[in-house]
């Protein structure tokens, strides 16, 4: 069965300073995997995602994640946090599609602060 | 841009009150998802639909029924609302491509009093 682990449920930077948001998953397939960030009363956003391509995958506002197959982890990372990224980011690992559908599994979340 | 449009941000409901979420979204997309989103467990599927008048369970569809009579419409129903479903419900749609992406609503904020 899929799972997804997201190894911090905080994490506290300084603005300028790097971010580093922790995922491990678990599947039986070749994954697709997703980060998705959330900012307060608002619905989730796509940040990136890896769907068997180049392994060092490149999103909006600056942030990237690397697939490890033999470390089975995505990584979110970005060089310097702002202020604007403070917010909820969630882990997603989708099981291959089956009737065009694929099933999204979460993890918990981790909620990153950026302070001045 | 993908539009997904949860028409409730805020609600507050009694307990035994039937209640209608509903979702509408703007891509001519296939796939449509009702999720819950509660405090450390992440976001869990109760429903989604994969054509018009097409559903299937998700992993906690209890308590919940959904309709889909219209491609571009998803509506998730409470029967009789109780106190453990006081949560924020997303909405969700996307297309059969292989490697879609879902495109998430804002959310509905629902209190059950």
């Known amino acids: 069965a899929q799972s997804v682990t997201q190894l911090d449920s905080h994490v506290s930077v300084s603005e300028g300073t790097p971010v580093l948001l922790r995922c491990n998953y678990s599947s039986s397939y070749s994954p697709s995997l997703f980060w998705y960030v959330q900012h307060p009363n608002k619905g989730l956003q796509l940040l990136l995602k890896?769907?068997?391509?180049?392994?060092l995958v490149k999103g909006i506002n600056g942030f990237e994640a690397e697939f490890k197959k033999s470390e089975t982890s995505f990584h979110l990372t970005k060089p310097s946090a702002h202020m604007s990224d403070a917010a909820e980011y969630f882990c997603?690992?989708?099981?291959?599609?089956?009737?065009?559908?694929?099933?999204?599994?979460f993890g918990a979340g981790t909620r990153l602060a950026v302070h001045p | 841009d993908v539009k997904v449009t949860q028409s409730s941000r805020y609600l507050v409901k009694r307990t035994g009150e039937k209640v209608f979420l509903e979702c509408v979204q703007d891509m001519d997309h296939e796939n449509m998802f009702w999720y819950r989103q509660d405090p450390g467990l992440g976001l869990r599927l109760i429903y989604f639909?994969?054509?018009?008048?097409?559903?299937e369970k998700g992993d906690i569809p209890e308590g919940y029924s959904v309709s889909r009579e219209k491609k571009e419409r998803f509506s998730l129903i409470l029967e009789s609302a109780s106190t453990n479903q006081t949560s924020m419900y997303l909405c969700?749609?996307?297309?059969?491509?292989?490697?879609?992406?879902?495109?998430f609503g804002e959310g509905s904020w629902l209190t059950v009093v």
């Open positions: 969700a749609s996307s297309s059969r491509a292989p490697g879609n992406t879902i495109y």
């Open positions: 890896y769907t068997s391509a180049a392994t």
């Open positions: 997603v690992v989708s099981d291959p599609p089956t009737g065009g559908y694929n099933k999204l599994i």
């Open positions: 639909s994969y054509d018009v008048k097409m559903k």
